[in-house]
T-cell receptor
């Protein structure tokens, strides 16, 4: 499998559930990202990991907890979410070339999350 | 705060028509500019990007974009669209020297091309 994969593709959960989203990149990149895309709003960056270290947390509520065990895998652990957290969650990866602001990001297909 | 505006929410064209999608950003310093495209049922993918040099950038599938610094714009163009160009197009900005990967996206423009 090539590129960036995400599982599950669709997830429905209650507000008291705990679930995790998984992202895997097969591109040999060293940076990974979580984005949120809500209806009628732009993509919003949530977290950035570079060489497994979190380098960016864009004021995301603590009910979202990222984990990056290695450069190929990224998780987003979810607990006690709210209905307004329903959105498409996209994962991306890039190769740090030393000038990160110019690096191309490669996106996965996303997980469509519905919180009831 | 930085922001990206894409003024057209939905554009409908006939095949062979010319395309121009607007993108304006608000940031006074050095910027790196991107256009991403999402074809129906597919991932977001890079169409083209600009970070220095010739302000007219050529991308894949005959697309090009022009960076006009004085207008804070990075409009996407294609002289003759095809039905296969039906997709959603996203403009994004990364402020040079900013945090890694901090892409600021516009809301996207949906392009429908009628055969």
């Amino acid at each position: 499998e090539t590129g960036v994969t995400q599982t599950p593709r669709h997830l429905v959960m209650g507000m008291t559930n705990k679930k995790s989203l998984k992202c895997e990149q097969h591109l040999g990149h060293n940076a990974m990202y979580w984005y949120k895309q809500s209806a009628k709003k732009p993509l919003e960056l949530m977290f950035v990991y570079n060489f497994k270290e979190q380098t960016e947390n864009n004021s995301v509520p603590s009910r979202f907890s990222p984990e990056c065990p290695n450069s190929s895998h990224l998780f987003l652990h979810l607990h006690t979410l709210q209905p307004e957290d329903s959105a498409l969650y996209l994962c991306a990866s890039s190769q740090d070339t030393g000038t990160p602001s110019t690096d191309t990001q490669y996106f996965g297909p996303g997980t469509r999350l519905t919180v009831l | 705060a930085q922001s990206v505006s894409q003024h057209n929410h939905h554009v409908i064209l006939s095949e062979a028509a010319s395309l121009e999608l607007g993108c304006n950003y608000s940031y006074g310093g050095t910027v790196n500019l991107f256009w991403y495209v999402q074809y129906p049922g597919q991932h977001l993918q890079l169409l083209l990007k600009y970070f220095s040099g010739d302000p007219l950038v050529k991308g894949i599938k005959g697309f090009e974009a022009e960076f006009i610094k004085s207008k804070f714009s990075f409009n996407l163009r294609k002289p003759s669209v095809q039905w296969s160009d039906t997709a959603e197009y996203f403009c994004a900005v990364n402020a040079g020297g900013g945090s890694q990967g901090n892409l600021i996206f516009g809301k996207g423009t949906k392009l429908s091309v009628k055969p």
